[in-house]
Structure formats: structure tokens, C-alpha cells
């Protein structure tokens, strides 16, 4: 509870309309790095995760304080990340343990759903939500990793363009998938608003 209250305090509200945009953080690491360093530690305390982000992890005023987000930044490949989200949960400790993560990705430049299991060295099945809009992710690759399950996001509007990565941990478990909050419009220059590019909802893979 300490660090969800100080990053209370950190808190970064979006710019009113017609404001100046704040200048953009770059990464000095490639998407698949932030990835690895990322999702791929899981689970990993809150604090620990913040530091592995461009200007750390932020709460938002339309999401419980359990999760918490980045400022949109660029990676140092050039892709444009709308949002780095992670779920914190008191498991008996000072800090929250983080079980998911989710990364909204801009689909241009676009990060290629050809080849990931090539990059990340593992078999993927795939998992469809044809109920979903056209601008939502509806099609998932899923990954099954040491850690946990890594999913990558399309949409029929996007493509073959990723648009949602998701870090899951959670191994199922009951109360730690928790309804995901609504998004808030990026301050990025030329980035469209985060519900184009909002990661899956929950449930939307099974837990076997």
C-alpha cells in the first residue's frame, strides 16, 4: 500500500485539448527488449517494474489504484507505445507483485505479427474474439512462456500490425484478472486515441 500511495502522488494528468503535447520519451531499448525486460520477468514487484520504463509507472483517474500506467513513449527501434499497464497485488509484502502487464501499441510503424515465434523462440496457438469492433483487438498469437502467457493483438483494422501485448502471470488465478479500467486519449502527436488500441478484455482466453 506505501507505493501505491507515492505513486499516487505521481500521478500525470492528460494535457486539456489544445495544449502543447509534453516532448516524448525515448527508450534506450527495442520493443523486444522492453518486452523481455519486462513481461518477461514476471511476476516481479511494482517499483522494480517502474524502473524499466520510460518515466516510470503512474496511476489514472479512471482505473483502481491496483494499476497503474506509463506516459506513451518511443522505442529506441521507433515504435510508438500508447501505454505500458501493470496490475499490482498485495501478496503479504511492502510492495504489490506485478502478474500482468499490458503494452498499446500504435500500428505504424508497424510491428510485424509475422515471425514473433522466430523472435521469441516459442510455439503459438491462436485465439479469435469475433465479437470484438473492427478497431479492437480480435485476433490473439499466444505464447507460452517459462513465466507465463504472452499474447500479441491484432484487429481486422490493424492487420498484420500488433496493436496489444499482453504479459499474463496471473496462471489463472481468481481475482487477479480484474476488469480492465477505460483508456484515456494519448498526449503522443499523432497518436490516436487508446481505445484503437486497447488491450484484450477479460476472459478472453481460456485458462487451461
Not at 505521481?10 to 525486460?37: D, F, H, K, M, W
Not at 469492433?133 to 490473439?140: E, G, K, T, V
Not at 491484432?154 to 499482453?166: F, L
Request: aromatic fraction near 6%; charged fraction near 15%.
Amino acid at each position: 500500500m506505501r507505493l501505491l500511495r507515492s505513486l499516487a502522488l505521481l500521478a500525470i494528468p492528460a494535457l486539456p485539448v489544445g495544449a502543447e503535447p509534453v516532448a516524448v520519451p525515448r527508450s534506450e531499448q527495442t520493443l523486444v527488449e522492453i518486452i523481455n525486460a519486462t513481461m518477461g520477468t514476471l511476476p516481479n514487484a511494482m517499483d522494480a517494474l517502474s524502473a524499466k520504463v520510460p518515466g516510470g509507472l503512474h496511476p489514472t483517474a479512471d482505473a483502481p489504484p491496483q494499476i497503474v500506467r506509463s506516459m506513451p513513449f518511443v522505442t529506441r527501434d521507433g515504435f510508438r507505445v500508447s501505454a505500458f499497464e501493470a496490475r499490482g497485488i498485495e501478496e503479504g509484502g511492502d510492495v504489490p507483485i506485478v502478474r500482468f502487464t499490458s503494452i498499446q501499441l500504435e500500428q505504424r510503424p508497424c510491428f510485424q505479427r509475422a515471425g514473433l515465434d522466430e523472435t521469441f523462440h516459442a510455439t503459438s496457438s491462436e485465439t479469435s474474439l469475433p465479437a470484438a469492433p473492427s478497431m479492437l483487438p480480435n485476433r490473439y498469437m499466444v505464447m507460452q512462456m517459462p513465466w507465463g502467457r504472452l499474447s500479441f493483438g491484432t484487429s481486422q483494422e490493424s492487420g498484420g500490425c500488433v496493436i496489444a501485448i499482453v504479459g499474463d502471470a496471473t496462471g489463472g488465478g481468481a481475482g487477479l484478472r480484474m476488469p480492465l479500467p477505460l483508456p484515456q486519449p494519448t498526449t503522443m502527436p499523432g497518436m490516436p486515441d487508446l481505445r484503437r488500441t486497447w488491450p484484450m478484455p477479460v476472459g478472453a482466453y481460456s485458462a487451461e
